[in-house]
Each structure stands twice: as C-alpha cells, then as structure tokens.
C-alpha cells in the first residue's frame, strides 16, 4: 500500500522545522554558520523537478526553515535553480559578516525557483551571492546543494524522509581529516 505523504503547509512546515533541528542536533556549528537549503516545491507536490512550483509549499518550506536556523544563532541561504546558477538568497547581514561579494539577480518562480522567490520576498534585507560555504544542508526534491557544503558532507538520517512528496536528503559537515595512521584527531571537530 502506498503511503500518503502529507503535503498541507502546516505539515511541510512543521516537518522542515522537525528534520532541520533534528540535523542541527548533529551538526557542530557556531553562530553565523550557514544553513543551506534547496527546495523543489514541484517535487513536495508530487511533480518532476522545476515544472510547476508551488508559492504556498515555497513559503511552509521557508517559515519552518527560518524559524530554525534563527533560533539557533544561524544564517538560512536559500539556493536558486539551475536557472540562476544555484546562486543563493541570503541577508545582506550575512554577505557582509562572511564577506562575500553580491551577485545581479532577483529571483523569480521560474528563474530561480519557487523557494528561493519566496526567500528574496520575505528576508528582511535580501541579496543573491553565487556561493557559501554552509555547515549544515537540506536537500528536498534532488536540488543538488553539494557545491554549498563545507568539506567533507556527512549524510544524516532523521525520523523525517521526505517533505510532502519530495525525498529529503540531509548533511552536515565536518573537518577533512588530514595526515596517515599515525595522526591523531581532535574529537570535537567530528
């Protein structure tokens, strides 16, 4: 028997938060730390990636999202589509304490993709760059966060594995491990 994925925005919202504090329970952070995000809403509504969107799964995703990674002392960097290079909607507050440069876009529902409109709409003081180098990631729908990541992405399993329709994939970072057998490690950076 198929499952029924609940796609209502109270449920996608409370399962984004739910996932997100379950991975951040896993993840060694520090305030200012980014958190990044890439959210097909076509995919949370049961359709192919990038072929419909949804503004209403866009903004559950988001609040759950936000509310988070706020709470918790952290920057959100919502990733754009392929369209704009997966670029990435963050607070000007946050380009300027990690310095990164701004890149010339606005996104819209279909460049740049329903999530990332929805977090240009709602940032108090939004701007696009074209990377950051987040501790944490949520993947909903196959986005391809990757390239966001710090080195070395470690998947993470949480009681939730999908959001709506779309399949969730979660990973936090650690530091690369460097030297040979005879190293030793500093267990607080696992």
């Known amino acids: 028997m198929e499952e029924i994925r609940k796609t ?15 991975l951040l329970d896993q993840t060694k952070y520090r305030p200012g730390d980014f958190v990044v995000i ?17 503004m209403e799964a866009a903004a559950a995703v988001f ?3 936000s509310e988070a990674v706020q709470a918790r002392g952290l920057f959100l960097a919502a990733q754009c589509c392929e369209h704009l290079n997966r670029a990435l909607v963050i607070e000007q507050t946050a380009a300027e304490w990690h310095r990164i440069p701004e890149v010339n876009a606005v996104p819209q529902m279909h460049a740049g993709g329903s999530f990332a409109t929805t977090a240009y709409e709602r940032m108090e003081e939004p701007v696009l760059v074209a990377e950051v180098s987040a501790v944490a990631g949520m993947d909903i729908g196959g986005t391809l966060i990757g390239m966001h990541m710090r080195p070395v992405a470690v998947p993470v399993r949480v009681d939730i ?10 990973a936090r970072s650690r530091a690369p491990y460097i030297g040979g057998e005879r190293a030793h490690y500093n267990d607080s950076l696992k």
Do not use: F
Not at 42 to 53: R, Y
Not at 161 to 170: F, K, M, N
């Open 8 to 22: 209502s925005p109270e449920a996608i919202k409370a399962d984004v938060a739910a996932a997100l504090n379950q």
């Open 63 to 65: 609040e759950g999202a």
């Open 38 to 54: 890439g959210c097909s809403s076509s995919e949370i509504i049961g359709k192919k990636i990038g072929s419909v969107g949804s």
């Open 161 to 170: 594995d999908h959001i709506g329709e779309a399949i969730l994939i979660l």
